[in-house]
């Protein structure tokens, strides 16, 4: 990579299932990147542009705990990178 923050665009059908690939292709072709709240020994943040597209975002109840555990995995996935 560049340097340059890439433009990343992911489609889904509900609000957690897109929320859930765009962490993932952050994480995944998001550049590295040291940011001002990284604590020494951290590993760098990612960042990037994101586009997504929800098909259907009333279809589904947007739950708290959608999130959390989109949230735990995320974490989880992070930590073997």
């Known amino acids: 990579m560049s340097g ?11 609000l957690p299932e897109a929320w859930e690939k ?7 072709q998001g550049v590295a990147i040291k940011t001002e ?5 951290d590993p760098a943040s990612r960042d990037c542009t ?11 109840r947007a739950s708290i705990a959608l999130f959390l555990a989109a949230w ?3 974490r989880s996935i992070a930590r073997r990178w």
């Open 4 to 14: 340059s923050i890439p433009a990343l665009f992911i489609q889904a059908r509900t």
């Open 22 to 28: 765009a962490v993932l292709a952050c994480w995944q």
């Open 37 to 41: 709240y990284d604590k020494p020994g």
């Open 50 to 60: 994101m586009m997504w597209v929800c098909e259907e975002p009333f279809s589904e």
């Open 72 to 74: 735990r995995i995320w």
